[in-house]
């Protein structure tokens, strides 16, 4: 009795094992770059066909992605947004460390092919560190506008690389949607 219950136990675990093995084959993990930089999802595989992860792709190149239930469709939008950074009349990228600077942001957005809710523009510290500089809603339906903030005081603490980004939301309920990024370099 005890020897029959041995060899059905193995008996099944092989089976189960060249299943897994046989599904490991049919469907292999794909590792997915974009511009130099490794996703943290991978790609399927499967088929000769393959399936990648569609929002962190999204976001690496700084689009829009929506969903429609009903229809079951998604769909990625990608528009041009062109940032300015002015301190007074004067554009500017690099900037002395320790320094206090004021200035404003100016983004150009065209090829806007989605209404959106709402815009915000945030720079960030080398360490990653947050400071929203505007956050408005809008009621933007056409495929171009431009966007300028108030003058912002700040202060570049330490040196490195500050990043001002431009987020949207298609509605309101939606997430924040980074769309471009400027880099400020303090020395």
């Given at each position: ?8 136990a193995?008996?099944?675990l ?10 490991d084959s049919?469907?292999?993990k794909?590792r ?6 490794e ?8 088929d ?6 569609l ?18 469709k ?12 002015f301190?007074?009349n004067?554009?500017?990228?690099n ?10 942001v ?5 090829n ?15 360490f990653?560190g947050e ?10 339906s056409?495929d171009?506008f431009?966007f300028?903030t108030?003058d ?6 330490s ?6 980004r ?7 309920a ?6 471009s ?7």
């Open positions: 009795m005890k020897a029959r219950k041995v060899i059905i193995l008996i099944l092989s089976v189960w094992g060249g299943s897994m093995i046989f599904a049919a469907v292999q794909v997915v770059i974009v511009n130099g930089s996703l943290d999802e991978s790609g399927l595989l499967q000769g066909k393959t399936y990648l992860p929002r962190p792709i999204a976001g690496t190149l700084q689009a829009l992605v929506t969903w429609d239930e009903n229809a079951k998604v769909t990625v939008y990608k528009p041009n947004v062109h940032m300015f950074l301190q007074d004067v554009i500017f990228g900037v002395n460390k320790g320094n206090r600077y004021t200035f404003k100016f983004a150009q957005i065209d806007l092919l989605t209404d959106v809710a709402a815009v915000k523009v945030s720079i960030f510290d080398p990653g400071k929203v500089i505007q956050q408005q809603t809008v009621n933007v056409k171009n431009w300028r108030e912002i005081k700040y202060n570049f603490d040196a490195g690389k500050y990043s001002v431009f987020y949207m939301k298609a509605t309101e939606d997430e924040w949607r980074q769309v990024e400027k880099l400020i370099t303090a020395q």
